[in-house]
């Protein structure tokens, strides 16, 4: 789900620094005015950050002070949905600052990470467009996230340990938001852990969330409706689009991801879709449409399956192996689980020590059981 989208786009653009000066291809287009004295320190601030080991923990002195304090890690955009970090294309793509722009007293930076196709095709291989703030702190302009920027408009409820921001053509809903919020605290007291304080923006499309956070392009944008969404479990934010106050599923990653940093991710979203569902429906509906399915298609893995409606396998399979889990030894096998570790051998030692089924014999185990619970 995660690739790279080739796109015609027609670059203008004039090199900053020279290849000897940079490790990264850092580059500017030419309709940026690197004439004004603002615009070129903003622009030479972001090149050396982005030459600064920005993944490498340490107290970066481009970036706002204030943020590395309130977030870990500080950079939101590159750090949130890409699972590692965008940067780690740094060594293999080019940087292109799109343009500069300012809104109040900052400044909005859009950058593409993209690789060239061969030459003179007049194409190239966008990675991701995003957006980094600037804003003068402490008399010097640092770089920042512009999540608060792009959502200075939008409205926040606080409701139990939730914090609600949505935009405001959005009518707020107390009643979905009461639920979610006990939803939270039930989920909590199961786990016997403190109810954390939690971020979660939402609208009613997963790429205007996006855009919030600072993606102007991603490789999931479009593609497909209905809700869904992604976390940030370091920080507590969730993201949500095409959904309301209520979506748990994101809201379960929150508390069961830093428990179980090396869980398979079956485990992880499995867990996630049997007690919060996935794409605003319940584990059972998941179950009846990808067994339809299954059933006519025998030749197709089940384990490997990427779904009827984009949600594969790790979610709607994973869900059934931990509801089998809970069945057979409730939360204390739900915990063994996720401490197998997170390769596919991990994950088949795990089904074999909980429910004595072999590699071999998984996909005729997977798909009684799919049947049994789905035809209920």
């Known amino acids: 789900m995660r690739h790279r989208i080739a796109i015609a786009l027609f670059l203008t653009s004039t090199s900053v620094l020279s290849a000897q000066q940079s490790r990264i291809r850092f580059e500017v287009s030419s309709i940026v005015d690197t004439s004004n004295s603002e615009i070129s320190q903003v622009i030479r601030l972001w090149e050396n950050?982005?030459?600064s080991k920005p993944d490498s923990s340490y107290i970066n002195p481009c970036w706002s002070e204030s943020e590395q304090l309130q977030?870990?890690?500080y950079d939101l955009v590159p750090h949130t949905w890409w699972g590692i970090s965008l940067y780690v294309w740094l060594p293999r793509c080019?940087?292109?600052?799109l343009s500069v722009s300012r809104i109040r007293d900052s400044f909005v930076i859009r950058t593409m990470f993209y690789n060239s196709t061969p030459k003179d095709s007049g194409k190239v291989n966008v990675i991701s467009i995003i957006q980094t703030g600037a804003r003068?702190?402490?008399g010097s302009y640092k770089l920042c996230n512009v999540l608060p920027i792009n959502t200075r408009y939008w409205k926040k409820e606080q409701v139990g340990s939730i914090k609600f921001v949505f935009p405001p053509d959005h009518q707020f809903n107390r009643k979905l938001a009461e639920r979610m919020s006990q939803f939270t605290d039930s989920l909590a007291a199961i786990w016997q852990m403190l109810v954390v304080p939690v971020d979660y923006y939402f609208a009613d499309d997963i790429d205007r969330v996006a855009k919030a956070l600072g993606f102007d392009y991603w490789p999931s944008e479009g593609n497909?409706?209905?809700?869904?969404?992604?976390?940030?479990?370091?920080n507590r934010i969730i993201y949500s689009g095409d959904s309301n106050e209520w979506y748990p599923h994101e809201f379960v990653h929150i508390y069961i991801n830093p428990l179980f940093p090396n869980a398979h991710s079956y485990f992880l979203e499995g867990y996630a879709t049997l007690?919060?569902?996935?794409?605003?429906q319940d584990l059972l509906w998941h179950l009846k449409r990808n067994y339809e399915y299954l059933k006519a298609h025998p030749e197709?893995?089940?384990l490997t399956f990427k779904g009827v409606d984009h949600w594969p396998a790790n979610y709607f399979i994973g869900a059934l192996l931990c509801k089998m889990a809970l069945e057979k030894g409730g939360l204390p096998t739900i915990r063994k689980l996720m401490t197998y570790?997170?390769?596919?051998d991990d994950l088949y030692r795990a089904i074999q020590e909980t429910f004595g089924v072999s590699k071999e014999d998984l996909d005729d185990f997977l798909r009684k059981k799919l049947a049994g619970y789905a035809t209920k």
């Not at 497909?224 to 370091?234: A, H, W």
């Not at 570790?341 to 596919?344: F, I, L, M, R, T």
Request: charged share 25%; hydrophobic share 20%.
């Open 94 to 97: 080019k940087t292109n600052v």
């Open 300 to 302: 197709v893995d089940v």
């Open 224 to 234: 497909r409706s209905g809700p869904r969404g992604f976390v940030d479990s370091k």
């Open 341 to 344: 570790g997170k390769e596919d």
């Open 275 to 280: 007690v919060g569902g996935s794409g605003g």
């Open 49 to 51: 950050y982005l030459n």
């Open 136 to 138: 003068l702190e402490n």
């Open 71 to 73: 977030y870990n890690p």
